[in-house]
């Protein structure tokens, strides 16, 4: 029983970082109508970047976390703006492409500044305790709330505010939200500007316990997409519960049979979900 | 108020709009008659900026449109109600109405004017402001439609096909709110129509558009006596 509720607990932990690197995917997907396949690099980053503010400049955990935010979000308005916007009536084709390029920049790129091997950064809150005999940190259950929060902050911010609801509007008219006066371009920027700062909140929160390395964008970037699909193209709902989904069955997987295999159990997983259900678990119609 | 000398517009390699040259004066209702495929809804694109023109000119109150782009038009006052609604299918009512209004966006009490007045000229949409609006049928859908582009407070509004594919007593009604907006609320209306019957009865005077080129034009008493235009598109 410990080991089952251990699991779980540890399960919730990473599908709160899958769902959140998943939302932020899924978002994207709804204004451009192809994956990012960068987006788990963008993560990756977010993880050095709070890395360098904490080692590299000596801030504290709060401030370098807030920074890294703002400097991902950046980063992705300005991918937005060179790789993907100028494609933007091209062929679906060409964007996976420039899509390829940039992520191999990315790591690229944190490997030249950082190089390949894992780096860590410093736990803020390192000190464990027991709860029902499962064994819990402070950041392990920081990862988990932070991502409730986040999450209910970013539905109070598409269903309650105008500016939320434009994305929203232009993922499902893009012609329609630009006859009504909408700017288009800027609500693609204002998206990725969400989505790299969420996936900076997921990396920051859960590499204190972790290392962090130029490879780990690629995994997280296959998964989040995984996610996407399982969860129905563009589908916010989906991308949370297929997140924690993930989670799970990796945990439980891992726990009961082998933590070599807990990729294998999950893709497999996945696999045969989709040989059920080829939409999705919330797949529309058009998915 | 807005006036196109010699556009033309191409759609891949194809010249769709050749030479269309026109005019159209503050608080005129005006038509746009023409058989499917003659070009009506790209020239209406090309007004509204959704297509730029590859030679011509396109004024609105002496503003050239061709610099500006979609929402830009928008906000100097021309909307487009554009053929086949672009609604917000999993959206409210009342959000894809709160939507139109992003032109005069934080000002709330003018919005809520507007809102009064598409829920008065549509009813059923005060009815089922809760309700999304993929799940209306053709004719509330454009009702919508109309409703979410009024919301901005367009100066003139250009209403692409509005009929089309809908049953006759909901074409009569909708041809009477067109009549309202332009009369009451002092809006230029520009209306792109295949049923001719309708437009010509309530607009008053039309531009037939055939092939790309604007081939006749006047007031509807002389479009309908018009030998060609009862021939194509009254069919008596």
């Known amino acids: ?287 | 108020m807005l006036r196109l000398e010699q556009v033309n517009t191409h759609i891949g390699g194809l010249h769709i709009i050749q030479d269309v040259s026109l005019n159209i004066e503050k608080g005129e209702f005006v038509a746009l008659l023409g058989s499917n495929g003659a070009g009506k809804t790209t020239l209406f694109r090309t007004i509204a900026g959704v297509l730029k023109p590859r030679a011509g000119t396109i004024t609105f109150n002496g503003v050239d449109l061709l610099r500006l782009p979609v929402h830009k038009i928008v906000e100097a006052g021309l909307v487009l109600c554009p053929q086949g609604r672009q609604l917000y299918p999993e959206l409210t009512v009342y959000k894809n109405l709160l939507l139109g209004a992003f032109p005069i966006r934080g000002d709330k009490k003018r919005i809520q004017k507007n809102l009064e007045r598409v829920y008065a000229f549509f009813p059923i949409l005060q009815e089922r402001t809760n309700q999304l609006a993929g799940t209306f049928s053709g004719g509330e859908q454009q009702m919508l439609a109309i409703g979410r582009a009024l919301m901005g407070e367009p100066r003139m509004l250009l209403l692409d096909e509005p009929s089309m594919g809908l049953a006759p007593m909901i074409v009569k009604q909708i041809g009477e709110v067109i009549s309202d907006i332009n009369r009451e609320m002092d809006t230029t209306v520009f209306l792109s129509e295949q049923n001719a019957n309708m437009a010509l009865n309530i607009t008053d005077r039309g531009y037939v558009l055939e092939s790309g080129r604007c081939g006749l034009e006047g007031p509807c008493e002389q479009l309908k006596k018009d030998e060609k235009v009862r021939k194509a598109y009254i069919g008596a």
């Open chain 1, 1 to 287: 029983m410990e080991l089952f509720l251990q699991q779980v607990f540890n399960g919730i932990m990473f599908g709160s970082t899958y769902a959140i690197v998943a939302l932020g995917l899924t978002l994207v997907m709804g204004i451009l109508h192809i994956p990012n396949f960068a987006h788990g690099h963008l993560y990756m980053l977010g993880g050095y970047i709070t890395y360098f503010f904490i080692t590299s400049l000596g801030l504290g955990y709060w401030p370098s976390l807030l920074l890294s935010i703002i400097v991902l979000g950046i980063l992705g308005v300005i991918m937005e703006a060179i790789v993907y916007r100028p494609l933007h009536d091209q062929p679906h084709i060409n964007a996976f492409i420039a899509a390829v390029g940039a992520l191999l920049v990315l790591e690229a790129m944190a490997e030249v500044i950082w190089g390949p091997q894992g780096l860590r950064i410093p736990n803020p809150y390192p000190h464990t305790f027991q709860f029902l005999g499962i064994i819990m940190s402070v950041q392990r259950l920081l990862v988990i709330i932070g991502a409730v929060v986040l999450i209910v902050l970013l539905h109070l911010f598409l269903k309650k505010t105008l500016t939320g609801t434009t994305i929203e509007a232009v993922a499902q008219n893009r012609e329609g939200a630009m006859l009504n006066g909408i700017n288009v371009n800027r609500v693609s920027a204002l998206t990725f500007f969400i989505s790299s700062g969420t996936a900076a909140v997921a990396a920051s929160f859960i590499s204190p316990i972790f290392v962090i390395s130029p490879a780990m964008g690629a995994i997280i970037g296959m998964k989040a997409f995984i996610i996407v699909i399982l969860g129905g193209m563009g589908s916010i709902p989906g991308a949370i519960i297929g997140g924690y989904f993930l989670g799970l069955i990796e945990s439980l997987g891992g726990g009961y049979v082998s933590a070599a295999y807990k990729d294998v159990i999950a893709f497999g997983a996945l696999i045969v979900i989709f040989s059920f259900k080829p939409t999705g678990l919330f797949g529309k119609k058009e998915g």
